[in-house]
């Protein structure tokens, strides 16, 4: 405030602009705001003055309240429409929370229903799984009664009276069963898939059956011990007969569900009545099996391999044929001989929870037993330096196969040159038995004479097997492939390939084809040629032949599909193969046997499970309880 003429001076400071207020000395403070009610529009009893002494009232006189320069006065209020502004909004405010609050009633409503209704799902799927277990328990309760009134106080069997039928051929009744005395007995015998509610996808990879609950009841009524292993025999009076087990007792009365090697050993077709007699089968000690194809002699981890199928095994015949699944491919294998503890020449010995030792013969001439998808895939070994010329159709492939022992020494070269007609493509892989342009690890896929270096320090160089698949692309045709050893030189490496000296990476010219720096004295001859013989790929920005770019194309940019049913470009499927394939193949980590990912889980939870010892003191533990084993009793005799 100024005084000046002996007047009040007030400056106003109003939404940027400046106005001064001038008042007499013997004016009030609601002579003030009536000025600034001008200016602002807020009307003056809406008005409050902040910085004015405590307790001063509109009839103040301004002279009075001794107000000195520079003091300043806040003014607190808003003009009518603005208050009116301001309460619609508040007003529009209210009924938009309310509209949000009844549709958030609303929804919570329909969430309070919905978990409602999953409650008495849940409590109906309870009382219906409630029912089922009483059934169960009745059912047991009523079969234990039925057998506990076949002995008699003294605990002898008491003959029961014959049943009727339950079908139109039944199994035979025992006479007279004792503990010493065999069980015998004929059903009809089908194949798993003919009944698809109860087959079972690991039956065919065992020796077991599936029995109707009948021949349980006259097991447990003859006191015999588990597990009871058959002898099966073709009816009549057939001459081939195997050992089996039983995997479970729910097929229909009368029928049995076998194997179907062993349908084609025993020669039987669907519902054939197969004779079954109880056989007590010397303890095994060893085997001798035989392959039926090469490739078996190609897998990095056979001991695992058959360690883990035979434990589904529960006897071994001379002449049986085992099924091994494995990687996608089946491995037959026949058993040649077998030995038991007495060393008596026994035809069958009994396998079930013991360990055995088990030869395996050179692959044999037999040939595979049938069906589709066992045709054996035949690898030619490489030798060193040795051209290895092949014959293939379009798009055919040819493999082979060599053995690298130590790879810090060498390199390894894989090259192929066309002879006749072909243009031959490499692929290279140590998991992949079968490498193609779909699955492999290294490749070469130009056109003519194309070459693949192994060496370190690429982590999938490592000793061992490799595998190699040579395509002939587009045309049928000779090629030659040879696998060489390189020296491991260093100069090559540093060298690394063609540079230019200062100057002329100075005076160099980038083309604008190939994007390389070339010398200015020859960037004329340089970009004619690149341009009529060269062409860039808009997709990636390889630079290749004109020749090459419609095969480019086809293998680097077409979507090809993976075993999971995903579709990538060429590159994107090799990483997605390796890294992200629920298909993929990974080891076990108790004991090293590949697998599955997706199947893992199981495997691991049994492998896990069993037992071994700890080498540093001799104590047993399971196999997911030796690495906590070494950290906590060992970590300090390191």
Not at 158 to 182: G, H, I, K, M
Request: net charge negative; proline share 6%; with cysteine.
């Amino acid at each position: 405030m100024n005084e000046e003429s002996e007047q009040c001076v007030f400056v106003v400071q109003f939404r940027g602009e400046t106005h001064r207020v001038a008042l007499e000395p013997a004016a009030c403070v609601w002579h003030l705001k009536r000025e600034l009610f001008s200016l602002t529009g807020v009307e003056p009893d809406k008005q409050k003055l902040a910085g004015l002494p405590p307790k001063t009232g509109d009839d103040a006189v301004l002279a009075s309240l001794k107000l000195k320069r520079p003091h300043k006065l806040l003014l607190f209020g808003l003009p009518p429409e603005e208050i009116n502004e301001q309460i619609a909004r508040e007003e529009q405010a209210k009924e938009d929370n309310a509209e949000l609050r009844a549709q958030m009633e609303a929804h919570a409503e329909k969430e309070r229903q919905q978990e409602e209704q999953k409650q008495e799902e849940a409590r109906l799927r309870e009382e219906s799984l409630k029912r089922s277990r009483d059934v169960a328990r009745q059912r047991e309760l009523e079969r234990r009664l039925a057998l506990r009134n076949m002995y008699d106080s003294q605990g002898l069997w008491r003959p029961q009276p014959a049943r009727a039928a339950q079908s139109s051929f039944s199994p035979p009744a025992v006479e007279n069963p004792d503990y010493n005395a065999s069980l015998s007995f004929a059903l009809k015998c089908f194949s798993p898939i003919m009944d698809q509610e109860t087959a079972r996808p690991n039956l065919e990879a065992n020796n077991k059956i599936i029995c109707p609950q009948d021949v349980l009841e006259k097991i447990v009524s003859s006191r015999m011990p588990f597990p009871v292993t058959f002898k099966m025999t073709a009816a009549p009076g057939g001459g081939s007969c195997t050992h089996v087990g039983v995997l479970e007792f729910t097929a229909p009365p009368g029928v049995a569900y076998i194997p179907f090697w062993i349908m084609n050993k025993l020669e039987l077709e669907e519902g054939a009545v197969v004779n079954f007699e109880t056989a007590r089968l010397p303890l095994g000690t060893g085997a001798v099996l035989q392959p039926h194809t090469p490739n078996w002699d190609k897998l990095p981890d056979t001991r695992s391999i058959l360690e883990e199928h035979l434990r589904s095994h529960q006897a071994l015949t001379v002449g049986d044929t085992i099924l091994i699944p494995h990687r996608g491919a089946i491995f037959e294998l026949s058993v040649v001989t077998v030995s038991c503890e007495s060393g008596a020449d026994v035809p069958a010995i009994a396998v079930a929870d013991r360990d055995i030792s088990v030869t395996v013969l050179p692959c044999s001439a037999l040939r595979s037993s049938g069906g589709p998808g066992r045709t054996a895939v035949v690898h030619h070994n490489l030798q060193w330096d040795v051209p290895e010329e092949a014959t293939v159709e379009a798009d055919e492939y040819r493999f082979f196969t060599f053995v690298v022992d130590d790879v810090l020494s060498c390199r390894v070269q894989v090259a192929a040159s066309p002879v006749t007609g072909s243009d031959p493509d490499v692929y290279v892989s140590r998991d992949v038995e079968c490498p193609t342009h779909v699955n492999f690890t290294w490749s070469a896929q130009d056109a003519g004479a194309v070459r693949v270096t192994l060496e370190q320090p690429d982590p999938d160089y490592v000793s061992g097997r490799y595998f190699v698949g040579v395509r002939s692309y587009g045309h049928a045709g000779t090629f030659a492939v040879t696998v060489t050893r390189l020296p491991v030189s260093f100069a090559e490496e540093e060298a690394g390939g063609h540079m230019l000296s200062g100057q002329q990476a100075s005076d160099g010219v980038i083309c604008d084809n190939c994007k390389q720096r070339v010398p200015a004295a020859s960037a004329a001859t340089h970009l004619a040629s690149c341009h009529r013989y060269s062409v860039r790929c808009g997709a990636c920005g390889c630079v290749m032949q004109r020749a090459q770019l419609e095969k480019h194309r086809a293998l680097q940019h077409t979507k090809f599909a993976c075993d999971c049913g995903e579709a990538f470009e060429q590159a994107e499927l090799i990483i997605h193969r390796r890294e992200e394939c629920r298909l993929r193949l990974t080891q076990c980590q108790y004991c090293g046997m590949h697998l599955v990912y997706e199947d893992r889980g199981d495997h691991q939870n049994i492998c896990g499970a069993r037992s071994t010892s700890c080498e540093t003191c001799g104590k047993s533990m399971p196999k997911n309880q030796l690495q906590y084993h070494m950290l906590t009793a060992h970590c300090d005799e390191k």
